[in-house]
């Protein structure tokens, strides 16, 4: 089973950037779908973006036009830029994989391999 490690959390200012990484080890190669997934206090876990293989992306209304998804094809990191940030997305945000394919891209029940999690924190 494929190993999860997120980095590149921290706290910022509404309207700024973070760019989060995932670090995979294990047999990362067999992993075709990756996704985001966050989770805020007393909310359940939301789908924030997807990519399958390296260019089939999906991104939740929430996000898209601000964040982006990408795979690194050297190493299989996992990589979500986050620009243009709201107080609505202070979150824990986690990495996610499958062998694939997935059908529900953003849905955390087509994932079964996940990272511990990294907290965003948004200022307004």
């Known amino acids: 089973q494929v190993q999860l490690v997120e980095s590149g959390g921290g706290s910022v200012q509404a309207g700024g950037s973070l760019r989060l990484s995932c670090g995979v080890s294990g047999y990362a190669d067999r992993y075709a779908y990756m996704a985001w997934f966050r989770q805020a206090p007393g909310k359940e876990r939301e789908g924030v973006a997807s990519i399958g293989g390296y260019t089939n992306t999906r991104y939740s209304e929430a996000v898209k036009g601000r964040f982006t998804v990408s795979k690194d094809r050297a190493s299989y990191t996992l990589h979500l830029q986050m620009n243009n940030l709201k107080p609505e997305d202070a979150a824990m945000y986690y990495c996610?994989?499958?062998?694939?394919?997935?059908?529900?891209?953003?849905?955390?029940?087509?994932?079964?391999?996940w990272g511990q999690g990294i907290e965003v924190t948004v200022s307004s």
């Open positions: 996610a994989a499958y062998p694939g394919p997935v059908i529900q891209a953003l849905e955390s029940w087509e994932y079964n391999s």
